[in-house]
């Protein structure tokens, strides 16, 4: 993408999922890149995730709140995307203080780093549709009350108002992304409560028959890895009035369709149906998908990758490389 090339990028969390394909698209656009990752278990990170990098990436694992090593990399950096974090929320209800160490006392540190710099830099966060909780209103906007079911959504709504606040006090330049279920290539499917996506992949290539919670019918707007990482870009140039913006397909899809997509394509019998679990649905949200008029107003961006395609893409991408994602042979 223009406006990268030869400009100095960090990426935190660049060892993770989304942050390692964001990591990759800017060292493919000519950036410098400093991925930063505290390789924190169970958090997703892999270092298979950045193999056959093309460009110029350095990764340093060090927590973002290690202020002596990071402090020269947001320094120097022309842009930071902020991808560091815990995202499970089953976890974050049974270990609540690892979840607040990591979302948002590690988060502080890390911005307060940031914001002691002569210009204040464009920083791109990674929150997520969870903090919304159960949608009062569909299509969800960015207007719509915030009431999380669980401290995952507790601890990045507060991150998110440390990015607000230093905004305010024109100590950085921060864009918030509200992203929804993000499916795609180097996700850490081998762990547990990394999305419901992330579990359907798994059970796809596994050959496991999958098992739905309820009716199988709540609604969810997922999107391709490829196009959160087009937003996150896009985020990183565009001159915003707005500093929240949710990110998601913005075309409803039950769950019951998603694996019965997944199950067609791997040739397993149709997903089976079985009550929900009581830790999960505490935290349930019924249906949910994002307005995404902004995303389209202030960035520019709509997503580009049919849901089948994306499935069959990243079924692929998996097939290939079952001993670095830990996946069992069928």
């Known amino acids: 993408m223009i406006g990268y090339k030869g400009k100095r990028a960090v990426v935190t969390g660049g060892l993770g999922f989304i ?3 964001l990591a990759i698209a800017l060292a493919e656009a000519g950036a410098i890149v400093d991925v930063i990752d505290s390789c924190v278990e169970s958090c997703g990170a892999n270092e298979h995730n950045l193999d056959g990098a093309q460009g110029e990436i350095h990764v340093h694992r060090v927590d973002v709140a290690e202020t002596l090593v990071v402090e020269p ?3 120097e ?6 991808l560091a974090g815990e995202i499970s929320h089953t976890d974050s209800m049974k270990r609540p203080e690892r979840d607040l160490q990591i979302n948002t006392v590690s988060q502080l540190h890390f911005l307060e780093c940031c914001s002691r710099r002569a210009i204040p830099p464009r920083i791109v966060f ?3 549709r ?4 159960i949608p009062q209103t569909l299509p969800v906007d960015e207007n719509h009350p915030v009431e999380p079911v669980d401290y995952n959504g ?8 440390y990015h607000w606040l230093l905004s305010r006090l024109g100590r950085i330049d921060a ?3 509200r992203l929804t279920n993000v499916y795609g290539q180097r996700q850490a499917l081998h762990l547990p409560a990394q999305g419901v996506l992330g579990v359907f992949l798994r059970q796809a290539l596994e050959g496991q028959r999958m098992r739905l919670f309820g009716d199988g019918l709540q609604l969810r707007d997922p999107i391709h890895v490829s196009d959160a990482v087009r937003a996150f870009l896009l985020a990183g140039l565009a001159t915003v009035k707005e500093r929240v913006i949710n990110i998601g397909s913005g075309a409803p899809v039950s769950l019951r369709e998603i694996a019965g997509l997944l199950s067609e394509e791997v040739g397993l019998p149709a997903p089976e149906l079985i009550p929900f679990p009581e830790e999960y649905k505490r935290i349930d949200i019924g249906d949910y998908y994002s307005c995404i008029d902004r995303a389209r107003a202030m960035l520019g961006w709509q997503p580009a990758m ?3 395609e994306g499935l069959r893409e990243t079924l692929d991408f998996y097939r290939t490389r079952r001993a670095e994602y830990y996946l069992k042979s069928t």
């Open 19 to 21: 942050g390692s394909n």
């Open 73 to 75: 990399l947001v320094r």
């Open 77 to 82: 950096a022309d842009f930071i995307f902020n």
């Open 126 to 128: 990674a929150s997520t």
């Open 130 to 133: 969870q903090i919304y909780g």
């Open 154 to 161: 507790v601890h990045n709504y507060a991150a998110e108002h």
């Open 175 to 177: 864009v918030i992304l």
């Open 306 to 308: 049919d849901l089948s």
